[in-house]
């Protein structure tokens, strides 16, 4: 894919997040007025990372490119809980964020030295081959497919392939997606098992972000959205009463964080970073404030794969 439609692309996730705000949808991780609502985490305010200003990597060949300067992020604007950006202020929130964060403040990079990227699925692996990224933090599966093109840090969470569906749907799960329709992101694991022939549907839908296939489904032109658990239960906490997440899910999905192949000094730093927040506290601390605050509780986070 080219650098232009990448833009393009990403163009059109931050014009739906916007539309979707005009709407006056609420319920963003960083909308303050969805505070109360929460569970038992619902004030819990994501940590503040101490930044080494030490931070060497050796080896490295993006970090020498990098050092003392500015960090290019890629994540994505779209996706409440994970990887959200408020088309007012700008901000960033979520889950992968402050993965983003907590990694970058042990490279040396305060938060006026990160610059985050809004990077759709399909782009990820030419923008981080390319350079056009350092790192990438944005619901990004670990597979071997992906492996031969770009490397990954972590894991740092597991989600499972879920379906976001109406709240008066029969689907249970998806065995019950025979004949139907249903929307997923280009570039996704969630697409392309979907189309696997077991499932039967009748047609898989493929959109630039999932908030386009959140759209589709309130508008009713699919019957489900299919993507990971933990992003379909953030569009369903801002769609509450009339969208639900079935809740069986049929995959493991464990989120790496994404950088240039040969790096493996980078990688090292990478895990290193991942697995002393881990241990300090600020990752659970991380996850109460975005992700925890659909009630969920964190499970402890998996080990890091040193492949
Ligand atoms: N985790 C899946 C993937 O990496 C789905 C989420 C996404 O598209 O970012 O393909």
Redesign the pocket.
Known sequence: MKLRNTAAAAAVVVALAVSATACGKSGSPDDKSDKSSGGASAAAEPPKYQVNSAADVKGSSVFEKIKGKTITIGT?ADQPGLGFENPGTKKRSGFDVEIARMIAADLGFDEAHIKFATVP?EARETQIASGGVDLYV????INDERKKQVGFGGPYYV?GQDLLVKADSSIKGPDDLKGKKVCS?T????LKRIKEPKYGVAEAKAQQG?QLCVQELVNGSVDAVT??DS?LKGYAAENKGALKVVGNPFSK?P?GVGLKKDDTALREAVNKAIEAHEKNGDWKKAYDATLGRSGVPASPPPAIDRY
């Open positions: 994505k699925s944005g619901t990004y599966t989600a992101v570039g996704s694991t969630p999932y993507t990971d992003i999905e989120y």
